[in-house]
Nanobody
């Protein structure tokens, strides 16, 4: 089992910045791909950014150039640096860890952290 705990959310004004952290524990290793997803009220959960075990990153078009995902395997932590935040970034942000091994998919989610962008 893998446990994921997000932190760093909060209320920020438009144009501000936040850094989210996701601490992984349990049976986790660097072979897992990690990602951040978000879900706003009344909307489906959507991908924000992912980072592979090798460090390859992928971003939603809506956050490219503003958000940066990174990972510190020694600390079992993945980060999401969010700059120039917009009201439409308001959502619950969820950390994900996943890997495939011998045909079995291992997929874990955190409980989420709320980000609210408002003046």
């Amino acid at each position: 089992q893998v446990q994921l705990v997000e932190s760093g959310g909060g209320l920020v004004q438009p144009g501000g910045s936040l850094r989210l952290s996701c601490l992984a524990s349990g049976n986790i290793n660097s072979a897992y791909a990690m990602g951040w997803y978000r879900q706003a009220p009344g909307k489906q959960r959507e991908l924000v950014a992912t980072i592979s075990s090798g460090g390859t990153t992928n971003y939603a078009d809506s956050v490219k150039g503003r958000f940066t995902i990174s990972r510190d395997n020694a600390k079992n932590t993945v980060y999401l640096q969010m700059n120039n935040l917009k009201p439409e970034d308001t959502a619950g942000y969820y950390c994900n860890a996943n890997r495939r091994s011998w045909g079995v998919v291992y997929d874990y989610w955190g409980q989420g952290t709320q980000v609210t962008v408002s003046s």
